[in-house]
């Protein structure tokens, strides 16, 4: 005899319907959908006999949806309770429910048996054993979770459309978006440039206002597309000072970048082939938002919060974050700032001094025993940069 099982959603296709709203096609889907998405998904909660996995996902949209409310009075102590609520939810569940009650192993033990990253495990005990990770980070987790809830759970909900044809969908998508981006860049300056050869003031304000609105309506409507902004102005070296005047206008571009390029900063990509060179670029960049002063303008608009951004530095240390938050410790006119956090950097700047000491140490000890290379070259340390503003 067949079995009979309940669910709570009425057939398969509301369920691939919510699926379609949670993980959107279209890249220029609005947020309006995820709450649709959102709103079903509680309903279905009080049915009764919600998968986890489906829960989960709820918790985490309605934190990236919280945080995406712009000048909401929500607090970031809020945003991050909200955030850190949904992800250990997520882990503990879908881990404890794994757990044999005779034989109970650790999480980290059972987390790699489900191929869930140790790393967030790891969030999990902070969350609730330390300090409430900084909102850069749980954004980061928070993405990480719903790509590991897709290709755990979502994608496997017996649609034919997906398989080979959704990652060739995905991929066209991606490349489109950041063709898309890389065209509104493009076209900014070369009208801007026309109109500083002709002096019109007011069509480099119009030029300006419209491509910052532009470019945040696509951050707006997918959360994938200030990843891809960050890419284009930093591995492609298009970081430019008209993104100053572009982030005056609409602070919240500004935000947005700063936001993904902190989280670049403080958790390399391991797929950056050129891992250093892209760190330079990206510390240099947000060195000049924190510290010079014909950013601070845009900095207040965007109302960026420098002694933030250390806090997230010192939770997450390597040469790169905490060479930023020297820079901008050094900069700060606060005493406040300076006494507080100042001990902190210079601890943290010291602990990595000494081990890089360490790695110097074994190298010229590797280049003594090497020599000279073949035809006359020798070994070098140096780091070449590549200047702000080359195009």
Known sequence: MASITITPWRNQNELLNVRDWLFPRNSNTKPQTKRKACSQIQAWKIRGGLPHAIESTWYITEAILTDSIQDSGISALAKRACYCTGLCRFVTGLVDSEQDSKYKVSMYEKAKELALPASFVELRHESIHGELPSLVVLRQAAERALDWLWNDYWRHLGDDDLGELEVSSFNHRHNTRRDSL????????????????????????????????????????????????????????????????????????????????????????????????????????????????????????????????????????????IRLATAIIKSSRSDVARNLYGPLVAEAEGRLGGAQSELLEDDEHNAADTGHLSDGWQRSNAVLGKPIGVL
């Open 182 to 321: 890389r065209a509104i860049l493009q076209t900014y300056l070369t009208a801007y440039r026309e109109a500083v050869k002709v002096s019109d003031s007011k069509l480099r304000s119009r030029l300006v206002e419209t491509t910052a609105l532009e470019l945040l309506e696509a951050c707006r409507t997918n959360a994938q597309a200030s990843k891809e902004l960050v890419h284009i102005l930093v591995d492609e070296c298009m970081i430019f000072g008209d993104i100053e005047r572009l982030a005056e206008s609409q602070g919240q571009v500004l935000a947005l970048l700063t936001d993904n390029m902190i989280a670049r900063l403080v958790a390399p990509r391991k797929s950056d082939a050129t891992g250093d060179a892209v760190q330079e670029r990206v510390l240099l960049w947000l060195t000049q938002v924190f510290t010079a002063e014909t950013w601070k303008k845009a900095a207040r608009r965007a109302k960026l919060d420098d002694m933030v951004v250390v806090s997230t530095c010192l939770q997450n240390p390597n040469p790169w974050s």
